[in-house]
C-alpha cells in the first residue's frame, strides 16, 4: 500500500458534528467516551484494508499493524504514518494514559499503552474504539 498525504486540518463546528455523528460515535469522538469492550464491529477483524477516522475520513491504521491482544477493543502497533495521530496525557480515571487523538479532526480514538510485552515491532498497544474507525477493505 502506498502512504497518503498526510492529515488536512478538519474543522466543524460541535453542531455540525452532531448532525454528522450518531449518538454513539459523538459520544466518543467528540466527548473522548468509549464503547463497552467487546461490542466493537473491529476488535475481531482480519480484513485487509486501511482503517480511516470515522468522523472526518483521514487514514489512520492498517490491518498489517493490527494485532490480537484480547483486551475488548481492536489494537494495533502503530499508526499508518506518525503525523496521522496526536498524544494527549491523559489523567482521568485516576491514572495517566496517553490519549490518542486523530491529527485531522482532534477527534478522540482510544488510548496507547507502552511496554506491555506484545510481540510487535514496536511493543505498543494502540487500543482503539471500534466506533472511531471506517474500514476500507484492499481490493
Known sequence: MTEAPGPVQVVKTEQEWREQLSSLEYHVLREAGTERPGTGEYEHTTTEGVYHCRACDAELFRSDQ????HCGWP?????AAADRVVYREDRSLGQVRTEVRCASCDSHLGHVFHGEGYDTPTDNRFCINSVCLRLRPAR
Open 75 to 79: 489494537a494495533f502497533w502503530g499508526p
Open 66 to 69: 493490527k494485532f490480537a491482544s
